[in-house]
């Protein structure tokens, strides 16, 4: 994030590295939950087609203005646009967003891990299958456990950002990521074979067009972006690291891909669970934390040992999923007091800790003593996921799409999409995404944000 323009080495550095960062809790937690609460398949349909269309051309346009400042998500509208106050105005938003998904971030992270220990405590295979629910309703709605989980959690990885990322977290990463896509796999095959699971498998991909409201599209949307990472300054930065000779196109796209593909098994593995397990798919962001024990609790009854062994490895992923894409949220913030005020990075490390730690000890307190905190029904941490998703993303994706269509040269634009003209198969599908990236996706993203204020 720093001065030092290390890059990365291979192709397949550069989607770990950016897929290690797309793939977390967006995927295993918050999409399932977004699924059950906005009509099912037609939410799904409508989140394919959105990063297809929107995201994945803000993704390109994200590590074009990276790739071509190469420098940091702060610094990189200064430097392609020199003289524009405006540009230099609205750069505290890329730091202000991750520190706010930050804090609540790690309050899930933290059930995570809670859950972690309730695993290897053997507490899912004593439990009856159909306490899950309740066993999570407690958890969270108590006081200083989940606090605790929440800032022990923070804990583990500012540490790791204290250390610096590069070399532990990295490797780490893309060890991870492979464990991660099998178990899933696991797990979704399991999923689908429990009684009734037919009707969850049905529940993804059969539409029912009633369902369709514009909040469906906003969020579906919003859930896109939130996914790849988009909207706070994380992939333009990655895109400063994107070796000259890389093709924009592909990296993006891979890392497109297999963030869609994770969300989708991530579907498949929590969807027919909740239906087997007779569980509301609206129930909201404990979703996972209650269909998941349901699986290992039924399993236990058959094979103790292997449901022990796979509960406590799915959620060690989900604690890992979570952390690599925390640490970098946390880095945002980090590295701005160490450019901005001249911190020592271990300093800036633990102000990041506090402020963090503060605010997601109201967001988890907002499921127990603080559940009576409303406005329109929302609760603190709906509020924080709120603004920061629905919100805050989409005016900076919005901002990141209008300076490469509007702000920067066209033949610029193209000289980093095609490599110079020397991506052959690039060439002609330019005009095609230049046209989405300056037209089709502002204006999406602008019906968006009004959609959300009106309706
Ligand atoms: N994309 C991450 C996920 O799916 C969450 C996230 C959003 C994120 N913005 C980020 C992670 C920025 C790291 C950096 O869980």
């Known amino acids: 994030m720093e001065k030092k323009r290390e890059g990365f080495g291979s192709r397949t550095a550069v989607i770990f590295a ?17 699924v059950g609460e906005h009509g099912g398949a037609v939410f799904v349909l409508i989140y394919i087609v959105a990063t297809i269309l929107f995201s994945l051309p803000i993704f390109i346009a994200e590590v074009i203005i ?37 804090s609540y971030y790690s309050v899930i992270g933290g059930w995570s891990l809670d859950y972690f220990f309730k695993a290897c405590s053997l507490e899912f295979l004593h439990a009856d299958p159909g306490t899950t629910s309740g066993i999570f309703t407690g958890f969270v709605s108590s006081t200083w456990v989940p606090v605790l989980m929440h800032l022990l959690f923070l804990a583990m990885s500012a540490i790791v950002v204290a250390l610096g990322v590069k070399a532990g ?54 859930q896109s972006f939130y996914s790849l990472s988009l909207g706070m300054g994380i992939i333009i930065t990655y895109g400063s690291y994107v070796h000259r000779n890389e093709n924009i196109l592909v990296s993006s796209a891979g890392t497109a891909v297999s963030d869609l593909l994770f969300a989708l098994l ?29 699986i290992f609790c039924k399993m236990g009854q058959e094979a103790p040992a292997l449901s022990t062994v796979v509960a406590g490895l799915f959620f060690f992923t989900v604690i890992v999923a979570a952390m690599t ?61 709120w603004v920061a998703s629905n919100i805050l993303l989409l005016i900076m994706a919005f901002l990141s799409v209008v300076f490469v269509g509007f702000v920067m040269k066209k033949e610029d634009v193209r000289d980093e999409f095609t490599n110079g003209g020397t991506k052959r198969r690039n060439v002609p599908l330019f005009n095609a995404v230049y046209f989405l990236i300056k037209w089709v996706a502002p204006i999406a993203v602008l019906l968006i944000f009004f959609t959300n204020f009106t309706l």
């Open 18 to 34: 950016m897929a290690g960062s797309a793939i977390g809790l967006g995927n295993l937690w918050r999409f399932p939950y977004m």
């Open 66 to 102: 990276g790739r071509r400042s190469h420098t940091n998500a702060r610094d990189a509208f200064v430097r392609l646009a020199p003289g524009k106050p405006f540009w230099r105005s609205i750069s505290v938003l890329p730091i202000l967003i991750p520190t706010i998904i930050a």
């Open 169 to 222: 977290i990295e490797k780490f990463s893309k060890f991870i990521l492979p464990v991660l896509f099998f178990l899933i796999v696991a797990i979704a095959l399991y999923s689908m074979s429990l009684p009734g699971a037919g009707e969850g498998v049905r529940y993804l991909f059969k539409p029912d067009f009633s369902e369709f409201t514009p909040r469906t599209f906003a969020y579906a949307l919003g």
């Open 266 to 294: 991530a579907g498949l593995a929590i969807m027919p669970a909740v239906f087997a397990a007779g569980i509301e798919p609206g129930a909201g962001p404990g979703l996972i934390f209650q269909s998941i024990p349901y």
């Open 325 to 385: 894409s925390l640490i970098s949220l946390i880095e945002v913030g980090t590295a701005f007091l160490v450019e901005k005020f001249r911190m020592r990075r271990g300093r800036a490390v633990f102000v990041m800790f506090l402020v963090c730690g503060a605010a997601g000890t109201l967001c988890s307190l907002s499921f127990g003593p603080l559940s009576g905190l409303k406005v329109s029904g929302m609760n603190i941490f709906d509020i924080f996921d």
